[in-house]
């Protein structure tokens, strides 16, 4: 059984400053995965050097994603009925870091690798986020996940500037990949040793139990949300504005290199641009979060977001010219770097407590949802309709512009901190 509020909300509860540092240094090994093998060096191999499609990447992310959509709640109830969360997600970091090693060699056992390094990347996410509240407190919690959005863009420069490096020496793409699997565990581990989680009053139960009960918890997840209607609003915009945020992180080093004619390096140097603004930008929004609360925050981030994609695209239908993507590029990491920073808290502020590992499950599955769709859209787009990525990416901005309609209703005050009494 699960107790009706959980230590991690108590007002007693002060995690350590090393158990909240480790939770950031994680977000950074999560990052370098993220660009190497999801947004960067990954996909263009696949495309660039083994002579795949947009629609390789595409169907692997889809097959991910739509299992995702089953095990993803399934994995957040299974954190809840366990005492700690942190050896669960010791698990799923170890399980993707083999796989990762392990990518390489003919393009369809890489495939098949990816996908499964990914379906473990993917579901790690889910034990990570529901960590949050166990290493902040409610007043500084848009610093702490804002700081840890904005540090973990140093994993994706790192992960930039290893594959920079490499390609450069003249080494080979499965070079990165093996270096990416061993950097993620060496940044997890901190977290593994040091995040401490109050214990959690549940029943000690047999793994097969637990994984019993958890698949119950989730009927009754599926009924209870129903009783929050501003969670399920939030939901489906975050399903939107998700569609489009890991869309263009799939496809964006494709779109640079074959759609603009940038070279390799030049594509480095200009995700580098971005992503430096993105960790200024974590931090920025973080402050944000704590002052006028995280739907206030996110629905600025969006704006932001949506002048920057529409910019992004103009590039590609010759209304701007290519170079000024070098003004551009800091505008959208600069964005992109408070959607995670205000939306996690915004979350919290949402869910109940005491089933917070399965309500970010429902969270995950609004982002894995996205996850399934939008690379299938931008496929569809690109690839059978033959329109070209610009207009991918103009469908991408009409996307945010649903989200932000459908966020606006939302009430300020969720996942504000209490005002402190004189």
Known sequence: MINERTPEESATWTPSRRSTVSWMVYDMGDTVFQQVMITNYFPVWV???????????????????????????????????LPRRVPLLMTLVVGCCVFTFLVGGSLVPALMLFFAANLFFQAGVVIYDALLPAVSTPANRGRVGGTASGLSNLGALGGIALGFFVLRAGGAYETIFRATAIIFLLLAIPLFLWVKEPPRPVDREPVGAVARGAFRDLAATARRARAYPELIRFLIGRAFYAEAANTIGLFLGIYLVVTLGFTSEQKDLMLLLGIGAAIVGG????????????????????????????????????????????????????????????????????????????????????????????????????????????????????????????????????????????
């Open 47 to 81: 495309v660039a050097v083994m002579g795949g499609f947009d629609a390789h990447i595409s169907l692997v992310n889809t097959a991910t994603m739509g299992l995702m959509l089953l095990i993803g709640p399934w994995i957040g109830a299974v954190s809840d009925r």
């Open 283 to 422: 931090i920025g929004w973080g402050f944000v979060v704590d002052r006028i609360g995280p739907r206030d925050t996110l629905m600025r981030v969006l704006t932001v977001w949506s002048l920057a994609l529409a910019l992004v695209a103009a590039t590609g239908f010759a209304l701007l010219p290519t170079v000024a993507l070098w003004a551009i590029a800091p505008l959208a990491g600069f964005a992109l770097g408070g959607i995670w920073a205000s939306d996690r808290p915004l979350m919290i502020g949402l869910a109940p407590p005491q089933y917070l590992g399965q309500f970010y499950g429902l969270y995950a599955l609004a982002g894995r949802f996205a996850a399934l769709f939008g690379p299938l859209l931008w496929a569809f787009i690109v690839d059978v309709l033959g329109l070209g990525r610009p207009v991918a990416l103009t469908v991408l901005l009409a996307l945010v512009l649903v989200a932000m309609w459908i966020l606006r209703p939302l009430s300020s005050d969720i996942g504000r901190a209490p005002a402190p009494t004189p």
